[in-house]
């Protein structure tokens, strides 16, 4: 009862309906009456007591990675059954805070709904095959919701590189013998041979941890750890999906007042909640800001510590799948340098003789699941790049983003052409002295 799992606020008695109905919302302009509940004859007592259940619940599975469904095992995942729920907690005037679990479960259940995905059965650890469907409907509706709202900038660059990402999962579930090939560690260790004679010792140590691990444990990594590292990365998809994309769900059906709900209920802070007046606003450089700032939001606090967790796993093994990622992604906004292209290894080191060798290869000398790095990749690559898209571009850009994401998905497949890079890699390596 409310005198001892929440805050009593005035009692509303007159209230307009929340839309359940998915799809049309999608291509609507956001509405401006605040989120209300559905006034219900049918409640009675015993949905007061229902409602009493779910109450001040921890969102344990926020970050998605503690099994399948939503936030919390304890709440029902049907849509019909959490909008009567919210319905009576708003009713009943408890504060946002004592059901904030309630409304996240609703606006997740809100979303997949729309973007036609089973939210109980949703289970990343399943396997790429089990949620090839999961990624494809998941960042159609991303495209989709960039298509019809051009101010939702995240949404449609998240879409266009989440192909990237995807293509590289689809790899790793088909070809998880890649790291048993000889090839792919010895490569690694002729690189490591070269820097050792023309820097010595001293210069291996200046190399990337993650091409030093993979030289050290490239025959090791087995398909256990491949399939590990997919499911650590499918539950950042779906992590990023339920953060950020049940916000733009409630901005492009409720409109501004059901994201004031959510920051009411502490699902996020003022940054955040001022970054969607932004988008919001019309204005070109606050559309921009706005966007930048979700960006952060998803990169550095939604999946962060999952990145690190990732690159941590079994020591050198999660470091070099992680290094050998960054040196096969290759994103599909237009202009954006590969990321095996932005800073490049080149070291340097003064020799007994007093010469300076100087040594290049062309691979990163950075690793994308490290936030600091990835951010800095992001901030001067993917979001000017994408900016100029959509200012400046926009007819090229729809057309992309109506591809059909099946094809977009299968147009990104870079895992294979690892041996390749690191062949090419190789014979580019190269030494100067001064």
Known sequence: MPGHTGHRISRRTALAGLGTAAA????????????????????????ATDV??????????????????????ALPTDL????????????????????AALLFQYWLADTTQAAGIDLARWDPRAGVAANRENLVKSYTFYEQLQLHHRELQWAGMGGLVGADFGGGLLDFDLATGIYSLPG?????????????????????????????????????????????????????????????????????????????????????????????????????????????????????????????????????VGEAITYLSTVAGSPSVAGVLPPRQFHSVQISRVLPDGRTATLHTPLPDWNWSVYDQRWEYITSQLLPKYKVMVNDHWPQLAAELQVPYEQQLEGHRPINNIPEILQSALAATSVTYS
């Open 24 to 47: 049309a919302l999608i291509l609507a302009p956001a509405a401006v009456a605040a989120p209300a509940a559905v006034t219900d004859t049918a409640v009675t007592d015993t949905a």
């Open 52 to 73: 009493d259940r779910y109450l001040n619940l921890p969102l344990v599975n926020r970050d998605m990675g503690q099994g399948p469904g939503g936030v919390n095992p």
């Open 80 to 99: 019909p059954t959490l909008t009567r729920l919210l319905d009576q907690a708003r009713r009943d005037g408890y504060a946002p805070t004592s059901y």
């Open 184 to 316: 792919i560690a010895n490569l690694a260790n002729q690189i490591v041979t070269r820097v050792d004679g023309a820097l010595g010792p001293d210069g291996i140590a200046l190399l990337p941890e993650g091409l030093r691990a993979l030289a050290r444990a490239g025959q090791t990594i087995t398909p256990e750890d491949l399939r590990y590292i997919q499911g650590q990365i499918l539950v950042m998809q779906k992590n990023i999906f339920g953060d950020l994309m049940t916000m733009h769900r409630a901005y492009v059906s409720k409109g501004l007042p059901a994201l004031e709900e959510m920051q009411r209920a502490g699902l996020f802070g003022d940054n955040i909640m001022s970054a969607w007046r932004d988008i919001a606003s019309g204005n070109a450089d606050r559309i921009a800001n706005g966007n930048a700032v979700l960006l952060q939001r998803e990169q550095g606090v939604a999946i962060k510590a999952q990145w690190d967790q990732t690159r941590a796993y079994k020591g050198d």
